[in-house]
T-cell receptor, first 113, second 112 residues
């Protein structure tokens, strides 16, 4: 089944403890991106990748890192999480931008205490 | 910076009504506009994608239009059903390839 898979679905952690949220797609898509969704603020883009080894900042990249070493994976890294990074995170992919629709994962709910 | 606004924020209608959801954006230099549906606890599902050179797209009971010069898009849902209840979001593909800007969504409830 064609899909975007995020792991974990739920994560509770403490301030300062490094964590990685994984994202994998099995559709050979060129483009991948990360978003966070907060009540009252909607979805905001964190980082995106047009292709392997190419990443760029979105609206809210501070406190996050990404890497795109292979086409199928695009992990989101929080080196030192803080409570203001508590949010619902989504990964998405597309065959190419801007001509194709986005496919989203089911989300990762992160709580930082 | 691109700003995307969706009106209304919430809408409650009886089954069978035709309805219109609105999306406006401040910068007309866009590549495309995409409408999504989000169900509680789930990710977003793409409904329609309109390229900047197109005026509208249709899929089943859904029709989306785009007026780039005025910075507006509408999503028309015909003969609404309870299964249409969800949050509908629009997203604008910015002039920088890869950038995407979302509205805050319209929460739709269709009651039997």
């Amino acid at each position: 089944e064609a899909q975007v898979t995020q792991n974990p679905r739920y994560l509770i952690t403490v301030t300062g403890k490094k964590l990685t949220v994984t994202c994998s797609q099995n559709m050979n898509h060129e483009y991948m991106s990360w978003y966070r969704q907060d009540p009252g603020l909607g979805l905001r883009q964190i980082y995106y990748s047009m292709n392997v080894e190419v990443t760029d900042k979105g609206d809210v990249p501070e406190g996050y890192k990404v890497s795109r070493k292979e086409k199928r994976n695009f992990p989101l890294i929080l080196e030192s999480p803080s409570p203001n990074q508590t949010s619902l995170y989504f990964c998405a992919s597309s065959p190419n931008r801007p001509n194709s629709p986005l496919h989203f994962g089911n989300g990762t709910r992160l709580t930082v205490t | 910076k691109q700003e995307v606004t969706q009106i209304p924020a919430a809408l409650s209608v009886p089954e069978g009504e035709n309805l219109v959801l609105n999306c406006s954006f401040t910068d007309s230099a866009i590549y495309n506009l995409q409408w999504f549906r989000q169900d509680p606890g789930k990710g977003l599902t793409s409904l329609l994608l309109i390229q900047s050179s197109q005026r509208e797209q249709t899929s089943g009971r859904l029709n989306a239009s785009l007026d780039k010069s005025s910075g507006r898009s509408t999503l028309y849902i015909a003969a609404s059903q309870p299964g249409d209840s969800a949050t509908y979001l629009c997203a604008v593909g910015g002039s920088t390839l890869g950038r995407l800007y979302f509205g805050r969504g319209t929460q739709l409830t269709v009651w039997p």
